[in-house]
């Protein structure tokens, strides 16, 4: 499933077709009619956590996307430029599982096999927003929001921080990582924790969120973050290095820091790794 880093870099790419009218099309459901957004231009795009949100000019109704397991957003740039006022005279083929389509002058937006795909007005965007948790990698994220949630709670913090009602955005993989690199046993009950453990966890995970966005995937190796940062600053694209991670899809392996074998463990629907030998809870 893709983590909120993903969806973000899904919203700059929909960016790309801002103030070009388009022709939507797609399958009419009960939630989504494309008629309702043909030969409007997108205004804007945004990611909250795992939803992506399409903002389009002269209408309040919204796309909002959740891509589930097996979604796609796809956006890509004709080869061939037309003029600035003409959409391509034929339609591409259907995708299989094409859930709605834009074609503009410039640009092919095709989202497939969503979970969710409806058309939001702007009660209907609140009450999302207003579900989600503080996302680390929004410029509206409130940390100190997020850490009184973390705060309150009895639940284990391997479970709070991919429960998206209480920060979101992070999944499976940014879990198991971000409570390795802390050294926090992920059973560890949220309010065992001391808010400043709390934010230095919300920094690292802004941290490695916005060197995953702009990688376009998971940097957390230590010497591939550095790396990545490196090119980062200068501008450069992150090359796909071979993914390492320290304890994600690691069971029965040296953990990096102590060389006890990495454990794993069935939380909800997803499996939690983390080491047993230097991941602690606070004395
Ligand atoms: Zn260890």
Redesign the pocket.
Known sequence: MAEGHAVHGMAARVRRLVDQPGRSQGPVTEQFDPRALDGRAVAGAEAHGKHLLIHLHGTDLSPHLHLGMHGAVSVRQHRRALGPDDLPRTDPPDPAGLAWRHLTATHLLEVTRPTVCELLDADGRAALHARLGPDPLRDDADPAEAIARLHASRRAIGALLVDQSVVSGIGNVYRAELL?RA?LDPHTPGNALDPDTLRALWDDAFDLMTIGLGAGWIVAHPTQLADARALLARGEAVPRWPKRY??YLRRGE???????P?ASERLGLQTMYW?????QQPA
């Open positions: 390795w050294g320290a304890v040296p953990c990096p820091r102590c060389g006890t990495v080491c047993p030998g230097c991941q």
